[in-house]
Each structure stands twice: as structure tokens, then as C-alpha cells.
């Protein structure tokens, strides 16, 4: 599926979105998450946190009303095997639902849900409900996802991406002939470490064998290596010196 079409990247936009203080791009990347995944608790729960910021308190309400509903009875969703690090809990929803029945003037219907949160308590950091309760929820803030908090793809899923150096640290010697207009390798030709042989003597590639004025001819090196290959047959190369084979004429 494309990838925007993915409700965790509309996620993440939202987030971004609120970032910027763009709330209302923010809500609405919040409500396309919901429709390619109704089940997404946490983009209901976010999306009341972005009109809490608008003052919309109404459609806020509504927001965490479907966050509390998604949660479907548990009190906690994880949704760090999901990608993102953030842990959403019943009675954080139940706080920021009461905070805006409060704001529109549902006291009663406020203080059941701040009391409702206080028996939720999951973890040190909420022990500030008890406060809240205390106070009425005033000059309280809501709770949201902290800010960067975004879905990242799983580590086996990127753990091949980084570079890695397959062929470690070559080095590379290049030469530039100005005569020839070129860059290349430079080193002794293939014919000359064939004729050097043995006796590690570098022929000149550029001089070639050509036919004495007295009419007799130079054996070519390949025929060299005919007669090299013959007397080591037959175990004479002994026999004759090295020399031999490289001035032999007839």
C-alpha cells in the first residue's frame, strides 16, 4: 500500500504538525490515522490533546470518549512492539476527559472521571491524580505524547540499511600519460612478464624480432616457448644454457 496511506505515518505527521503548533493540521492527520485504523487508540487520544490546544472541548471530549473506548477494557496499551515508545494509560485518558468535562461545565460528570483515574493509577508519575482530585482539576494540564515521540520502523527491518564495506580499504594507483590523452594502470605489459620468465628478465615490448639482413631468421618468442617446453620434456633444459634459448638461431 502506498505509503501514505499508512495511519501510522498520518501519526506521525500529526505529531509533527504539533509540534510546529499547526494543531489544526495536527487534528486533522490525527482523524485520517482513525480512518485507516479505527482501532488506534492513541491517535484518538492525540487528537483530543490537539483541541484541548484549539479550545474545542466538545470535539475533545468526544476524542477521549473513543480513546477510552479503544483501550477495550485494558488499562494499559504498549506500543513499543508497535514502534512507538509511549505507553497509554486508562486513567491518563480518564484525567484529560475530566479535565474537559469541566471545561464545559460538567463538574459531576468531571469529578467521577478524576476520581475513576485515581483508582487507575498505574506507575509513580500518576500519583499527581490524587492532587488533581484534591484541586478539582483546576490549573491542570492534559496528558499527550512527548514531543519526537514518533513510530520508527522495527530494527530487523533496518538493520541491513546501514553501510557497510564489503571490500575494505583498496588502494587504487592511477597514472595519466599527457602524450596519450588517458588515465589508466600502469605496469609492465602481459608479454612482458611472459618472456621475463624464470630468469625474471623484462623483455622490450617494442622490439620485435625481424629478419637478419644475412637472410636468417630469429625464432619468435612463441616458438621461444616451444623450444623451452620441448628440451623440458625430455629433461635437457640442463643442457643448454639459459641464454641459449633467447640468441639460438638457424
Known amino acids: 500500500q502506498p505509503i501514505a496511506d499508512s495511519a501510522k505515518i498520518h501519526f506521525n505527521i500529526g505529531v509533527v504538525l504539533a509540534t510546529l503548533g499547526d494543531f489544526v493540521g495536527a487534528s486533522a492527520s490525527y482523524e485520517e490515522a482513525t480512518k485507516l485504523d479505527q482501532y488506534l487508540a492513541i491517535a484518538y487520544f492525540q487528537n483530543g490533546v490537539a483541541n484541548v490546544a484549539l479550545e474545542n472541548y466538545e470535539r475533545a471530549l468526544a476524542c477521549f470518549h473513543d480513546a477510552y473506548l479503544y483501550l477495550r477494557?485494558?488499562?494499559?496499551?504498549?506500543?513499543?512492539?508497535?514502534?512507538?515508545?509511549?505507553?497509554?494509560?486508562?486513567?491518563?485518558?480518564?484525567?484529560?476527559?475530566?479535565?474537559?468535562?469541566?471545561?464545559?461545565?460538567?463538574?459531576?460528570?468531571?469529578?467521577?472521571?478524576?476520581?475513576?483515574?485515581?483508582?487507575?493509577?498505574?506507575?509513580?508519575?500518576?500519583?499527581?491524580?490524587?492532587?488533581?482530585?484534591?484541586?478539582?482539576?483546576?490549573?491542570?494540564?492534559?496528558?499527550?505524547?512527548?514531543?519526537?515521540?514518533?513510530?520508527r520502523p522495527a530494527e530487523s527491518k533496518v538493520k541491513n540499511s546501514k553501510k557497510k564495506d564489503y571490500l575494505g580499504n583498496s588502494k587504487v594507483i592511477a597514472?595519466?600519460?599527457?602524450?596519450?590523452?588517458?588515465?589508466?594502470?600502469?605496469?609492465?605489459?602481459?608479454?612482458?612478464?611472459?618472456?621475463?620468465?624464470?630468469?625474471?628478465?623484462?623483455?622490450?615490448?617494442?622490439?620485435?624480432?625481424?629478419?637478419?639482413?644475412?637472410?636468417k631468421l630469429l625464432l619468435f618468442p612463441s616458438c621461444w616457448m616451444g623450444v623451452n617446453f620441448f628440451f623440458g620434456l625430455f629433461g635437457l633444459s640442463t643442457l643448454l644454457p639459459r641464454r641459449f634459448f633467447f640468441s639460438f638461431r638457424y
Open 73 to 151: 477494557g485494558n488499562m494499559v496499551i504498549d506500543y513499543t512492539q508497535l514502534g512507538l515508545d509511549f505507553k497509554l494509560y486508562s486513567c491518563q485518558v480518564l484525567f484529560n476527559r475530566a479535565l474537559c468535562y469541566i471545561e464545559l461545565g460538567e463538574m459531576d460528570l468531571g469529578m467521577t472521571d478524576l476520581w475513576r483515574a485515581t483508582r487507575e493509577k498505574q506507575t509513580k508519575a500518576h500519583d499527581m491524580l490524587d492532587q488533581a482530585l484534591k484541586d478539582r482539576g483546576q490549573d491542570c494540564t492534559v496528558f499527550t505524547v512527548p514531543q519526537g515521540v514518533l513510530y
Open 175 to 215: 597514472a595519466v600519460d599527457a602524450s596519450d590523452q588517458f588515465a589508466g594502470f600502469k605496469g609492465r605489459s602481459a608479454w612482458q612478464v611472459q618472456m621475463s620468465g624464470p630468469t625474471n628478465v623484462a623483455a622490450n615490448e617494442d622490439a620485435r624480432p625481424e629478419t637478419p639482413s644475412n637472410g
